[in-house]
C-alpha cells in the first residue's frame, strides 16, 4: 500500500506528495521549573552546553547530546505492533531514536510514556548497549528493532534504543525521547537513522524534509517527510551547500547589525539545528551581539527591558550571499518570572548553533539529494 501511495504521490502537486507531523509547541523544562521555583537550582546543577552533542567521537553505541531547557516544539510518533506511541524530539542535531521503555525506573522514566517490547508482536531485541551522554548525565539502555509510525509513514525493522536509566534532568522535559535526523555517520554503526531507512525503503519520493515552526499560535508547526509547502514561506528559497555532510553544517559569512560586522568576522562554521531551541556562538562574539542589542548579561542570561523590544535593532545572519534578519520580536522572548533576554547564547567553542530562534522566521528544507539546506522567510 505505501509503495502504491509513493507512486500516485509522483502524479500529485509536491505538497500532496508530503507526509507531515504536526509539532505541538508545549512547555519547556525551564518553563516548568521556573512556575516550581527550581529554575536556579536546576540551572547550576545542570549548566547549558549546547555544543555537547556536536562531540567528533563516532564511538560505537555512543552519541553525545546535551540538556536543553528551553526546547518546546514536540512531534507524535509510534512504535510497535499494536503501536504504542510516544512524543519526540525531531533534532536534526543527532542521528540516534530513542525512547524511554519499561526496563528503566529513573524519574525521568516514570514521568514519560516507556516502550514495553513484550506487548508488541514485531520487536526484535539485540544485545549491543547504548550509552547517550548527556552534557551533565546519560542515558543507558540497549538497541532494539521493530516497526516506527511518522506521519503516516510506517518504517518496518527500524533501530532504536530504549532506555534503561536516564539523567534526572529529563523529568521536567515534556518530550518522551529523541529522533535524530542528522547523517548516518554520526549514528552507532548498525543503527541507521529513521529518514535513511525511509529514503531507501522508498516510502519517501524525495530526500529531503522540511520543518516550520510557527512563531506565534500553539499550533500549526510541523514537520514535512518528503516535501514542503510553499505556503509555508515568502519569496525565494536560498539553497546553501554544507560545508560538512555530518551534522547540516554551512558556512556563515557574518554577523551584522545596521550593517556592522559584530560577529563571525571573517567567516565561521555554523550548524542547523532543529534540536537547539536559542541560536548559540563563541562567547566573544555572543557577547558583542547581547553588547549592541543592549542587553545586560546576568547569571547567564541575557536580560532586557520589555519596553525596548521595539526599537532594538535587527541582527543579520549572512550566508551564502545572501541575508538573514531577525527583529528583536524573534530573538527576545519573555518569562512572566524572569522577564524578557535575548535568544543568543554562548557554546564555549568556534561552532555556532542556528537553532529554533533562527529556524522559526526562517522555513528549512534539510536536503540529502544535494546536500544543501533550502532557507526562506517564513510566514
Not at 1 to 7: G, Q, R, S
Not at 74 to 90: A, E, K, L, R
Request: charged letters at 10%.
Amino acid at each position: 500500500m505505501m509503495k502504491w501511495a509513493v507512486v500516485l504521490c509522483a502524479m500529485l502537486a509536491l505538497s500532496e506528495c508530503a507526509f507531515r507531523v504536526p509539532l505541538i509547541k508545549g512547555k519547556s523544562a525551564r518553563e516548568a521549573l521556573e512556575e516550581k521555583g527550581l529554575w536556579e537550582k536546576y540551572r547550576n546543577a545542570y549548566p547549558y552546553n549546547p555544543l555537547a552533542k556536536f562531540s567528533q567521537s563516532y564511538a560505537v553505541g555512543y552519541e553525545s547530546m546535551t540538556n536543553d531547557a528551553d526546547l518546546s516544539y514536540y512531534g507524535v510518533i509510534s512504535i510497535g505492533n499494536p503501536p504504542q506511541s510516544f512524543q519526540v524530539i525531531f533534532d536534526s542535531g543527532s542521528s540516534n531514536l530513542w525512547i524511554p521503555s519499561v526496563y528503566c525506573s529513573s524519574d525521568a522514566c516514570n514521568n514519560h510514556a516507556r516502550f514495553n517490547p513484550q506487548k508488541s508482536s514485531t520487536f526484535q531485541a539485540t544485545n549491543t548497549p547504548l550509552a547517550i551522554q548527556y552534557g551533565t548525565g546519560s542515558m543507558t539502555g540497549f538497541l532494539g528493532y521493530d516497526t516506527v509510525s511518522v506521519g503516516g509513514i510506517n518504517v518496518p525493522h527500524q533501530i532504536f534504543g530504549l532506555s534503561q536509566t536516564e539523567a534526572p534532568f529529563m523529568a521536567h522535559m515534556k518530550a518522551d525521547g529523541i529522533l535524530g535526523l542528522a547523517y548516518p555517520q554520526l549514528a552507532e554503526d548498525h543503527a541507521q537513522p529513521v529518514f535513511d531507512n525511509m529514503v531507501q525503503q522508498g516510502l519517501v519520493q524525495q530526500d529531503y524534509f522540511s520543518v516550520y515552526l510557527s512563531s506565534n499560535a500553539q499550533t500549526g508547526s510541523e514537520i514535512i517527510f518528503g516535501g514542503y509547502k510553499t505556503n509555508h514561506f515568502t519569496g525565494n528559497l536560498v539553497w546553501i551547500p554544507l560545508s560538512s555532510e555530518t551534522y547540516w553544517q554551512i558556512t556563515m559569512d557574518s554577523v551584522t547589525i545596521n550593517g556592522q560586522v559584530v560577529a563571525c568576522n571573517g567567516g565561521c562554521q555554523a550548524i542547523v539545528d532543529t534540536g537547539t531551541s536559542l541560536i548559540a556562538g563563541p562567547v566573544s562574539d555572543i557577547n558583542s551581539i547581547n553588547y549592541y542589542v543592549g542587553a545586560t548579561v546576568s547569571n547567564g542570561d541575557a536580560l532586557v527591558n520589555c519596553n525596548n523590544i521595539g526599537k532594538m535593532p535587527q541582527v543579520t545572519f549572512n550566508i551564502g550571499g545572501h541575508s538573514f534578519s531577525l527583529d528583536a520580536s524573534a530573538y527576545v522572548s519573555q518569562s512572566y518570572y524572569y522577564g524578557c533576554r535575548t535568544g543568543f547564547s554562548p557554546s564555549g567553542q568556534s561552532l555556532w548553533i542556528l537553532g529554533d530562534v533562527f529556524i522559526r522566521q526562517y522555513y528549512t528544507i534539510f536536503n540529502r539529494a544535494n546536500n544543501s539546506v533550502g532557507l526562506a522567510k517564513s510566514v
